[in-house]
Each structure stands twice: as structure tokens, then as C-alpha cells.
């Protein structure tokens, strides 16, 4: 694995980011753990982390965000609860990890918001990817994977009750679907389009075949 990625901020090498997306029940924890044990395998210093939800001030927001409420959570505001996670997570959690050369795996970043409140909410996308820029410091993964699975497959994966995000109606997550489609054909450098329908170990082989191809990861 490459550590050779440089910091926008600092210009020292630093650790590499490796971000997941996808829509709900798209598999992104399932190839997380995969990689992350495989990392283990090789004696890589591997982080997992996700977003809404890490750390104590994570943790709050991502209740607020996820549960059920009585009175609805207006787009704006849940714009900026998202936003206010992330500016936290990059501060104390991703930046100190890569700056001391750590391979970060993140599930969901910052193609979530532009796909869950820029496509799915209809919030300004230019308005979104200059709050996103502002947040991270500049911050952008190495490489991302998308992987995209129709709405009606996804939610059927999902096991128990529906948190608030879950439970949007289906316009709703077939929007946020089209709104990452976009994304992977506007980044087709960063963004590795995996189809999430192929069985777990087949998505895997492309997962780490792409990372091979990049330079970031060695050996089989």
C-alpha cells in the first residue's frame, strides 16, 4: 500500500483514503471488513471509520440524523448536521490518522451529501461542493467505491427496523442512485463503479484489482 499521497494542506506525505458509497444495503461494511482484514494479512496499519457517527460528538449527531422524530428535519438542517460531522471527523479522526500514515477506510464521505441532499433533497450541488471543500480542508479520497445496486434490492438486505434515512420513500432513493451514477461518470478517475447485485467475493476481486491497478495496494 502507497503512502506517497500528499496532504493538500501540509504538502508531506501522508496515509492513504479509501472512501465507500453507495445507497442503503449496498454491501459497503461487508467489502470494508474484507479489505480491512486484508490489510491485517499484509501488516498495514489500517483505520475503519464511518460517517454520520464518529466520536462522542459523531455519535449525537448521527441519532439526531438517523432516529424517527415527531417534527420533520428540514433539508437545510439536515445539510448542515451531515456537514458539521464531517468537519468534525476530518479534524480529529481522518487527518491525524493519515498524517501518521495509516490507510483510512471510510464509509461514506463526502459523495454522500452531494448524493443524499444534493440529488436526492435538491440542495443546490455547487452550494454542496463548496461546503464540502470548506469542511475537509481540501480533504479528497485516493479513490472511491461506488457500489450501486437498484433501490429495491438494496432496502430488501436491510435487516430490522428502517432508520429515518432508510425509510425515505423510493423517488426518493432512486434519485440519490442516479445522483451517485453521475458522480462515478463526473469522477471516473477517483470513483470505481462496482455492481453490488454480483455475488460478495466478485465485487471483492474488483475492490482489490482496482487498488492493484493504482499502485496502492501489492501482492495478490
Known amino acids: 500500500m502507497s503512502t506517497e499521497a500528499m496532504n493538500p494542506e501540509s504538502g508531506n506525505k501522508r496515509g492513504v483514503l479509501i472512501t465507500f458509497e453507495g445507497i442503503e444495503g ?38 439526531d440524523l438517523l432516529t424517527h422524530h415527531p417534527e420533520p428535519l428540514d433539508p437545510l438542517a439536515e445539510l448542515m448536521l451531515y456537514l458539521a460531522d464531517r468537519a468534525q471527523h476530518v479534524a480529529r479522526i481522518l487527518t491525524p490518522a493519515l498524517r501518521a500514515g ?27 461542493q463548496d461546503l ?12 472511491t467505491f461506488l457500489l450501486d445496486c ?12 428502517l432508520d429515518r434515512m432508510e425509510s425515505q420513500d423510493m423517488a426518493f432513493h432512486r434519485r440519490v442512485r442516479a445522483g451517485y451514477l453521475a458522480l462515478a461518470k463526473k469522477f471516473p478517475d ?29 501482492g495478490n
Not at 45 to 63: C, D, K, M, S, V
Not at 111 to 127: E, F, H, P
Not at 153 to 161: A, F, W
Request: charged share 30%; hydrophobic share 35%.
Open 150 to 161: 437498484p433501490p429495491e434490492v438494496g432496502l430488501k438486505r436491510i435487516r430490522g427496523d
Open 26 to 63: 449496498c454491501g459497503k461494511t461487508t467489502q470494508m471488513t474484507r479489505l480491512e482484514a486484508l490489510l491485517t494479512t499484509k501488516g498495514l496499519a489500517a483505520l475503519t471509520t464511518l460517517e454520520p457517527g464518529e466520536g462522542p460528538i459523531g455519535r449525537r449527531i448521527r441519532e
Open 190 to 218: 477517483r470513483i470505481v463503479l462496482c455492481d453490488a447485485t454480483r455475488p460478495v467475493e466478485n465485487v471483492f476481486r474488483k475492490v482489490t484489482a482496482a487498488l492493484r491497478d493504482r499502485g496502492l495496494l501489492e
Open 102 to 128: 495509516k490507510i483510512v477506510l471510510c464509509d461514506r464521505y463526502t459523495d454522500s451529501t452531494v448524493a443524499y441532499q444534493g440529488y436526492g433533497r435538491g440542495i443546490d450541488l455547487k452550494k454542496i
Open 132 to 143: 464540502n471543500a470548506f469542511v475537509t480542508r481540501g480533504l479528497t479520497p485516493d479513490i
